[in-house]
């Protein structure tokens, strides 16, 4: 299974920290470089800004449209990868002792869904 890890190109602080969270729980790493908000253009194809304003009740906080592209673009790989299962983490993840047995847990949950 692989770990979708979204990281800014200027974070290689928090890249360096979340791979070996993710390599010590035996997952394969898949990195995503993340969107920086303040350098969209808008409109941006993918965000419906009027429909933002309505739902959120206030205007675009630039950093969180960058945060849900990123977002999406992290399962669009996922997606476009064939796999059954992956996990996507920000690189501020820092995985606590049992989370492997937590993933093995709902994995075997999954396998008796099918």
């Known amino acids: 299974m692989k770990s979708y890890l979204i990281n800014l190109a200027t974070r290689q602080d928090r890249l360096e920290l979340a791979t070996l969270s993710i390599?010590?729980?035996g997952l394969e790493l898949v990195r995503i470089e993340a969107v920086l908000g303040r350098e969209l253009e808008y409109?941006?194809?993918?965000?419906?800004?009027?429909?933002?304003?309505?739902?959120?009740?206030?205007r675009r906080v630039d950093a969180e449209v960058g945060?849900?592209?990123s977002?999406?673009?992290?399962?669009?790989t996922?997606?476009?990868?064939?796999?059954?299962?992956?996990?996507?983490?920000?690189?501020?993840?820092?995985?606590r002792d049992g989370a492997r047995g937590a993933i093995d847990l709902a994995l075997s949950y999954a396998s008796g869904c099918k």
């Open 78 to 95: 996922f997606l476009d990868s064939g796999d059954e299962f992956g996990i996507i983490v920000e690189d501020d993840v820092a995985f």
């Open 43 to 58: 409109p941006h194809p993918q965000f419906d800004e009027s429909g933002y304003t309505i739902r959120q009740g206030r």
């Open 71 to 76: 977002h999406l673009q992290a399962m669009e």
């Open 67 to 69: 945060c849900y592209l």
């Open 23 to 25: 390599k010590q729980l």
